[in-house]
């Protein structure tokens, strides 16, 4: 049974990994980790506010956009950078309990 974090580069979030069953892992684990995931999730909401922000750069510049093929680029900007946030609110609610 292996737990580790594992940077992703998408989210600039470190995520866990885990190798086995979460039941197998000692109560005094569970709490290392658990305070360890807390942690990272409490930066969860700060980075998705930082997307937000760039998508209405995206967007902003989209409005003034005149060139089609421009457009589209910033378009499927928004849209991956939408994705990723829906992406991070899954993760924030992601919260093991002890078992």
Same mark, same amino acid.
């Given at each position: &049974? !292996?737990?580790?974090? %594992?940077?992703? $580069? ?14 197998? %892992? ?5 709490? $290392?980790?658990? =305070?360890?995931?807390? +942690?990272?999730?409490? %930066?969860?909401?700060?980075? %998705?506010?930082?997307?937000?922000? +760039? ?19 910033? @378009?499927?900007? &928004? =849209?991956?950078? =939408?994705? !990723?946030? @829906? ?7 992601? +919260?093991? +309990? &002890? !078992?």
């Amino acid at each position: &049974m !292996t737990i580790e974090f %594992i940077y992703d $580069q998408r989210l600039d979030l470190f995520l866990p990994s885990i190798d086995g069953s979460w039941h197998e %892992i000692s109560k005094e684990q569970q709490e $290392q980790i658990l =305070a360890k995931w807390e +942690t990272i999730r409490g %930066i969860i909401p700060d980075r %998705i506010k930082e997307i937000e922000q +760039t998508i209405e750069l995206v967007h902003q510049q989209l409005t003034e956009e005149e060139d089609f093929d421009r457009s589209c680029e910033l @378009n499927l900007k &928004m =849209a991956e950078l =939408a994705s !990723t946030i @829906n992406e991070l609110w899954i993760w924030f609610r992601v +919260t093991p +309990t &002890m !078992t």
